[in-house]
């Protein structure tokens, strides 16, 4: 079975890092003064009955020791405390504030239930828009400005870092960085409704030369259509339900009430996160999306065997 | 100080009609008999019937909601399973929160406390016994209405936190987020009515001498989670009644931002309230620890004023915390570590409570009857909870594992640990007080074991599953996320839960019927319960008792004073000052009365409408004004006293 990355124990990046070192700390911690406190609960049941085993009435000087182990036991736990909220505030000080130098920024808006990504690089033409699969380039820190355009949602990609919430009317940051190449799956992690549970993203984090081929390939419009079949499945496409929601670069289809669908070809998945993205899953799901995610916005398409053929070979062609 | 008393005197005396004066007896029998058949369960004000049909009716909704959790696990035991779509899930997850925390946690222990408070404190019944009936009228319909509108597929939908925009109408058509709102409109209404009750009483009702300091550590729990409840409920009565409610009625926009509203004001308000119902259910829990250890251990609590200040500390600190469910929305730094501070600071209290009783079970002689297992129980689960509570008030560390299984599993050790168990314990204690037989201790064991077990067996596997990623409220996940088998531990571990709840309703129910005779004190306990009959009568203490100590069963052994002069022809109790407790003044209590029934009648004719039309509100108002006026319409004198010999009726004016 494929493994798939999506843990708060392996991290991959330097925040993720911290707060698994925090992790560790705290747990040892923990299980030291569980295992003190419920040993001290069952040492005290035992001297307790020994005594009365041995007809003691009350243990000698049991007012004052009795104090001393309540006050010793607050007093330790004041200091672990302390130093607990000491070692928090520092993570949460360092890793909190997003690097001046952030060299990628994404823009992400939460949608029922996909997520609509968007690379704001200022320089002319270089904006782009795709949904789902986020590419980063390893070793440098990447800024997400968060919002939503319908309820809360909230990104978490935990071998990445903690979560933010992408709330309607309010824009959040959320930044973070990866140390080693590979695909980190996220979750949607408020609940969002229906289909909370199928609104998954995968960073895929890549070294700097095929990150910019990436963001070369996702630039452009989409891949005019090439011969017969497929210059029939853009008019499928163009003229049937699908440009309804669906925008695909360098088509009259601009619509961004679904996913953009532009270099559809070139993902890993389909329907956020849900299935992987094969010719059979892309055609189950053109015909009956809420088989697969029920109460999804997209609905049933009634189509013809051959024009159903020709779209999946057009959408396949968007690479 | 004596150690060998099991049945005390003041026992014998309050049960033992020959050492009372006959005469005085019959009258009190007249005053305070209930009414009979199905018009006198109606009618009753008496805070014993009322306190016993509160606690069982949540136990109900618990039993319920249980069901509901049973079904997720079903659902969640492998990975894409048909069992349950999604919106069935959302009904029965959403459900299920919404009455474990509205309908079983903070009712349960408010009817604990309505039940035992008076008896505690030697009061002859609660103040204000019709707001008592009222409250529970109210709580009665909450409850039957989220349940009836689960069961016609017309359940809730958005979460028991009811977050906006998800729950506004925009976002959630139909009715069912209305049908949250309204359920908790009645809830509140129910827990803010006890509240005052509950002040009231412990304030101005206590036995002569209870000054403050001699107050039972349970009872001084429910003073504080009482004050806690009269200021945390208002929010959230607030934001769903009002304004949620009113988004979704007359479109007022309040959580609306692309009207001017704000989507996060609702998130504040909710957890204002959502975060001190956390200590609200769980600081009774603690009171019955205290009460349990002092019973088996035959010591009073080592270290009162640590027990009692703690207690009030983690009252007032309470209020500082609801941010950290906030983590993730746009709280600057600086705030958060306010708040990041007293999340982790607020341990010390409960930590202190955990010591004082592991110092008193060392000094005293520990007997491991059910309620001390449950007690000892408490502490190995709870501690658990505890601790990573700590650990997500940690802002790095809650961003990763807030919205897991992670603080499922948390949230569940603390309730389960901190509250359910303490509650088994508890029903093991007071059992013979309330219906006079003895639970089966076999049984006892039994069900101790399979909860102990059980508990560990769900709710452990949920931190790893939360740190290996799987995040909260999802009615599947995929095959390749390998959470399968983890997910199958912990629903296999439901079924061993659910068994242990099934030997305790097998355990109630029989020994109910035909468990071993109890007697007024059973345990040997230390506080004023003990003394009145088991079950107690309608007036509870033939003679309202004098206290001069924090045991008085214990220290008063043999001799304990009583006061005279408290009239038996009419229903009258004793009101003492608040701090010193000395008598003060005496109070009329009223008779049976159906106009609290008719007034949540109102109630229920005004909110369960208004969810389809605002005239529900005035034309509501109607039938409330005219219940209120039945309510307090002046009453002549209980024509039973006509009869009774030898006492010529006083002229007093009625109370009003």
Same mark, same amino acid.
């Given at each position: 079975?494929?493994?798939?990355?999506?843990? !708060?124990?392996?991290?991959?990046?330097?925040? +993720?890092?911290?707060?698994?070192?925090?992790?560790?700390?705290?747990?040892?911690?923990?299980?030291?003064?569980?295992?003190?406190?419920?040993?001290?609960?069952?040492?005290?049941?035992?001297?307790?009955?020994?005594?009365?085993?041995?007809?003691?009435?009350?243990?000698?000087?049991?007012?004052?020791?009795?104090?001393?182990?309540?006050?010793?036991?607050?007093?330790?736990?004041?200091?672990?405390?302390?130093?607990?909220?000491?070692?928090?505030?520092?993570? +949460?000080?360092?890793?909190?504030?997003?690097?001046?130098?952030?060299? #990628?920024?994404?823009?992400?808006?939460?949608?029922?239930?996909?997520?609509?990504?968007?690379?704001?690089?200022?320089?002319?033409?270089?904006?782009?828009?795709?949904?789902? =699969?986020?590419?980063?380039?390893?070793?440098?820190?990447?800024?997400?400005?968060? &919002?939503?355009?319908?309820?809360?949602?909230?990104?978490?990609?935990?071998?990445? +870092?903690?979560?933010?919430?992408?709330?309607?009317?309010?824009?959040?940051?959320?930044?973070?960085?990866?140390?080693? $190449?590979?695909?980190?799956?996220?979750?949607?992690? =408020?609940?969002?409704?229906?289909?909370?549970? *199928?609104?998954?993203?995968?960073?895929?984090?890549?070294?700097?030369?095929?990150?910019?081929?990436?963001?070369?390939?996702?630039?452009?419009?989409?891949?005019?259509?090439?011969?017969?079949?497929?210059?029939?499945?853009?008019?499928?496409?163009?003229?049937?339900?699908?440009?309804?929601?669906?925008?695909?670069?360098?088509?009259?289809?601009?619509?961004? !009430?679904?996913?953009?669908?532009?270099?559809?070809?070139?993902?890993?998945?389909?329907?956020?996160?849900?299935?992987?993205?094969?010719?059979?899953?892309?055609?189950?799901?053109?015909?009956?999306?809420?088989?697969?995610?029920?109460?999804? *916005?997209?609905?049933?398409?009634?189509?013809?065997? *051959?024009?159903?053929?020709?779209?999946?070979?057009?959408?396949?062609?968007?690479? | 100080?004596? =150690?060998?008393?099991?049945?005390?005197?003041?026992?014998?005396?309050t049960?033992?009609?020959?050492?009372?004066?006959?005469a005085e007896l019959t009258e009190l029998a007249v005053t305070w008999a209930p009414r009979p058949g199905f018009w006198g369960w109606l009618t009753s004000v008496d805070h014993k019937s009322i306190g016993k049909r509160y606690i069982v009716t949540s136990f109900i909704w618990f039993i319920l909601a249980?069901?509901? +959790?049973?079904?997720?696990?079903?659902?969640? &035991?492998?990975?894409?399973?048909? /069992?349950?779509?999604?919106?069935?899930?959302?009904?029965?997850?959403?459900t299920?929160?919404t009455a474990?925390m509205f309908l079983f946690a903070v009712p349960v222990m408010t009817a604990f406390a309505l039940y035992l408070v008076p008896l505690m404190v030697g009061a002859r019944d609660l103040a204000y016994p019709r707001l008592n009936a009222f409250g529970y009228w109210v709580f009665l319909t909450g409850g039957l209405f989220l349940f009836i509108s689960f069961y016609l597929?017309m359940g809730?939908?958005?979460?028991?936190?009811?977050?906006?925009?998800?729950?506004?109408?925009?976002?959630?058509?139909?009715k069912?987020?209305d049908v949250w709102a309204q359920v908790v409109t009645f809830t509140e209404i129910a827990g803010l009515v006890a509240a005052v009750e509950i002040v009231a009483t412990i304030m101005k009702l206590r036995a002569?001498? @209870?000054?403050?300091?001699?107050?039972?550590?349970?009872v001084?729990?429910v003073l504080?989670v009482s004050v806690?409840i009269i200021?945390a409920m208002p929010?959230v009565a607030m934001?769903s009644t009002m304004?949620?409610a009113?988004?979704?009625l007359?479109?007022?926009?309040?959580?609306?931002?692309?009207?001017?509203?704000?989507?996060?004001?609702?998130?504040? @308000?909710?957890?204002?309230?959502?975060? $001190?119902?956390?200590?609200i259910?769980?600081?009774p829990?603690?009171?019955?620890?205290?009460?349990?250890?002092?019973?088996?251990?035959?010591?009073?609590?080592?270290?009162?004023?640590?027990?009692?200040?703690? @207690?009030?500390?983690?009252?007032?600190?309470? /209020?500082?915390?609801?941010?950290?469910?906030?983590?993730?929305?746009?709280?600057?730094?600086?705030?958060?570590?306010?708040?990041?501070?007293?999340?982790?600071?607020?341990?010390?209290?409960?930590?202190?409570?955990?010591?004082?009783?592991?110092?008193?079970?060392?000094?005293?002689?520990?007997?491991?009857?059910?309620?001390?297992?449950?007690?000892?129980?408490?502490?190995?689960?709870?501690?658990?909870?505890?601790?990573?509570?700590?650990?997500?008030?940690?802002?790095?560390?809650?961003?990763? !594992?807030?919205?897991?299984?992670?603080?499922?599993?948390?949230?569940?050790?603390?309730?389960?640990?901190?509250?359910?168990?303490?509650? /088994?314990?508890a029903c093991?204690?007071w059992f $013979?007080k309330v219906t006079g037989r003895?639970?089966?201790?076999?049984?006892?064991?039994?069900?101790?074991?399979?909860?102990?077990?059980?508990?560990?067996?769900?709710? /452990?596997?949920?931190?790893?599953?939360?740190?290996?990623?799987?995040?909260?409220?999802?009615?599947?996940?995929?095959?390749?996320?390998?959470?399968?088998?983890?997910?199958?531990?912990?629903?296999?571990?439901?079924?061993?839960?659910?068994?242990? #709840?099934? !030997?305790?309703?097998?355990?109630v129910l029989?020994?109910w019927r035909?468990?071993?005779?109890?007697?007024?004190?059973?345990?040997?306990?230390?506080?004023l319960e003990?003394?009145a009959a088991s079950p107690p009568l309608p007036w509870n203490f033939h003679h309202v008792?004098?206290?001069?100590?924090?045991?008085?069963?214990?220290?008063?052994?043999?001799?304990?004073?009583?006061?005279?002069?408290l009239a038996t022809h009419k229903r009258e109790m004793l009101v003492t000052?608040?701090?010193?407790?000395?008598?003060d003044s005496r109070h009329d209590l009223p008779e049976e009365s159906i106009w609290p029934f008719i007034m949540a009648v109102a109630v229920a004719a005004t909110f369960i409408p208004a969810i389809y039309t605002p005239w529900a509100y005035p034309a509501g108002l109607v039938i409330g004004v005219i219940a209120f006026a039945g309510w307090a319409w002046p009453r002549g004198r209980h024509p039973k006293h006509q009869v009774t010999a030898g006492r010529i009726p006083r002229t007093e004016p009625e109370p009003t």
């Amino acid at each position: 079975m494929l493994q798939v990355n999506q843990s !708060v124990l392996h991290a991959a990046g330097p925040r +993720a890092a911290s707060t698994e070192h925090l992790w560790w700390f705290a747990f040892i911690v923990a299980a030291v003064v569980y295992v003190l406190t419920v040993g001290a609960l069952f040492w005290a049941i035992a001297s307790a009955r020994r005594r009365e085993r041995e007809g003691e009435l009350r243990p000698e000087h049991a007012h004052d020791r009795m104090t001393s182990g309540v006050g010793a036991g607050i007093a330790a736990s004041v200091v672990i405390l302390l130093v607990f909220l000491g070692y928090d505030l520092s993570v +949460a000080r360092t890793r909190d504030p997003v690097p001046k130098q952030h060299p #990628v920024t994404i823009e992400i808006t939460g949608r029922q239930w996909f997520w609509d990504v968007t690379y704001a690089d200022t320089s002319p033409h270089g904006r782009f828009t795709t949904a789902n =699969e986020i590419h980063i380039p390893v070793g440098q820190p990447v800024l997400f400005l968060l &919002s939503s355009s319908d309820v809360i949602h909230s990104m978490w990609v935990p071998n990445l +870092a903690g979560k933010k919430d992408l709330i309607p009317g309010y824009t959040q940051s959320l930044w973070f960085q990866a140390d080693t $190449p590979g695909v980190y799956r996220g979750q949607c992690a =408020e609940f969002c409704g229906e289909q909370h549970a *199928k609104m998954a993203m995968e960073i895929v984090a890549q070294p700097l030369t095929e990150y910019r081929r990436w963001v070369a390939s996702q630039s452009g419009p989409g891949a005019p259509p090439a011969d017969s079949v497929t210059k029939r499945g853009q008019e499928v496409f163009l003229t049937g339900t699908c440009a309804m929601c669906h925008s695909i670069g360098g088509t009259p289809a601009g619509s961004h !009430v679904g996913p953009d669908l532009s270099h559809l070809a070139s993902r890993r998945t389909i329907a956020a996160g849900s299935l992987p993205n094969t010719r059979g899953n892309l055609a189950g799901w053109i015909i009956d999306p809420q088989r697969i995610k029920p109460g999804a *916005k997209m609905p049933p398409n009634m189509l013809e065997p *051959k024009d159903l053929d020709a779209l999946l070979t057009y959408l396949q062609s968007l690479k | 100080m004596s =150690e060998q008393i099991v049945t005390s005197p003041l026992a014998d005396l309050t049960t033992r009609p020959g050492l009372a004066d006959e005469a005085e007896l019959t009258e009190l029998a007249v005053t305070w008999a209930p009414r009979p058949g199905f018009w006198g369960w109606l009618t009753s004000v008496d805070h014993k019937s009322i306190g016993k049909r509160y606690i069982v009716t949540s136990f109900i909704w618990f039993i319920l909601a249980g069901l509901n +959790a049973g079904l997720m696990r079903i659902q969640l &035991s492998r990975p894409e399973n048909g /069992f349950m779509g999604p919106d069935r899930y959302n009904q029965v997850f959403t459900t299920h929160g919404t009455a474990m925390m509205f309908l079983f946690a903070v009712p349960v222990m408010t009817a604990f406390a309505l039940y035992l408070v008076p008896l505690m404190v030697g009061a002859r019944d609660l103040a204000y016994p019709r707001l008592n009936a009222f409250g529970y009228w109210v709580f009665l319909t909450g409850g039957l209405f989220l349940f009836i509108s689960f069961y016609l597929n017309m359940g809730p939908n958005t979460g028991w936190f009811a977050y906006t925009p998800l729950s506004g109408p925009e976002f959630s058509p139909g009715k069912r987020v209305d049908v949250w709102a309204q359920v908790v409109t009645f809830t509140e209404i129910a827990g803010l009515v006890a509240a005052v009750e509950i002040v009231a009483t412990i304030m101005k009702l206590r036995a002569p001498g @209870m000054s403050l300091n001699r107050i039972p550590l349970y009872v001084w729990s429910v003073l504080v989670v009482s004050v806690m409840i009269i200021f945390a409920m208002p929010a959230v009565a607030m934001a769903s009644t009002m304004m949620l409610a009113m988004d979704r009625l007359v479109a007022t926009h309040f959580f609306n931002q692309a009207e001017g509203g704000d989507a996060l004001l609702w998130q504040h @308000m909710f957890w204002f309230f959502g975060h $001190p119902e956390v200590y609200i259910m769980f600081i009774p829990g603690l009171g019955f620890i205290s009460s349990i250890v002092e019973t088996f251990t035959k010591r009073p609590v080592f270290g009162y004023p640590v027990m009692v200040l703690s @207690m009030i500390v983690t009252g007032f600190v309470a /209020f500082g915390l609801w941010v950290h469910h906030m983590f993730a929305t746009p709280i600057p730094l600086l705030g958060r570590t306010f708040f990041t501070a007293a999340s982790v600071l607020i341990a010390l209290p409960t930590g202190a409570q955990i010591f004082c009783w592991i110092a008193t079970i060392w000094s005293g002689r520990p007997r491991l009857a059910t309620p001390m297992m449950f007690a000892i129980g408490f502490v190995v689960i709870f501690i658990i909870g505890g601790v990573t509570g700590v650990m997500i008030a940690s802002v790095p560390f809650d961003l990763q !594992v807030h919205d897991t299984y992670f603080i499922v599993a948390h949230f569940h050790y603390v309730i389960l640990g901190g509250v359910v168990t303490p509650l /088994f314990g508890a029903c093991y204690l007071w059992f $013979p007080k309330v219906t006079g037989r003895m639970l089966s201790e076999r049984l006892g064991k039994w069900h101790f074991w399979l909860w102990f077990i059980g508990v560990n067996v769900t709710f /452990f596997p949920m931190h790893i599953l939360g740190l290996e990623g799987m995040p909260r409220r999802v009615y599947t996940y995929l095959p390749e996320m390998g959470w399968g088998n983890l997910n199958l531990l912990v629903s296999a571990g439901a079924v061993v839960v659910v068994a242990s #709840v099934a !030997v305790f309703v097998i355990n109630v129910l029989v020994s109910w019927r035909s468990g071993v005779v109890a007697g007024p004190d059973p345990w040997g306990g230390p506080t004023l319960e003990w003394a009145a009959a088991s079950p107690p009568l309608p007036w509870n203490f033939h003679h309202v008792p004098v206290v001069e100590g924090r045991s008085p069963m214990w220290e008063e052994a043999g001799d304990l004073p009583i006061v005279e002069g408290l009239a038996t022809h009419k229903r009258e109790m004793l009101v003492t000052t608040a701090l010193d407790a000395v008598p003060d003044s005496r109070h009329d209590l009223p008779e049976e009365s159906i106009w609290p029934f008719i007034m949540a009648v109102a109630v229920a004719a005004t909110f369960i409408p208004a969810i389809y039309t605002p005239w529900a509100y005035p034309a509501g108002l109607v039938i409330g004004v005219i219940a209120f006026a039945g309510w307090a319409w002046p009453r002549g004198r209980h024509p039973k006293h006509q009869v009774t010999a030898g006492r010529i009726p006083r002229t007093e004016p009625e109370p009003t």
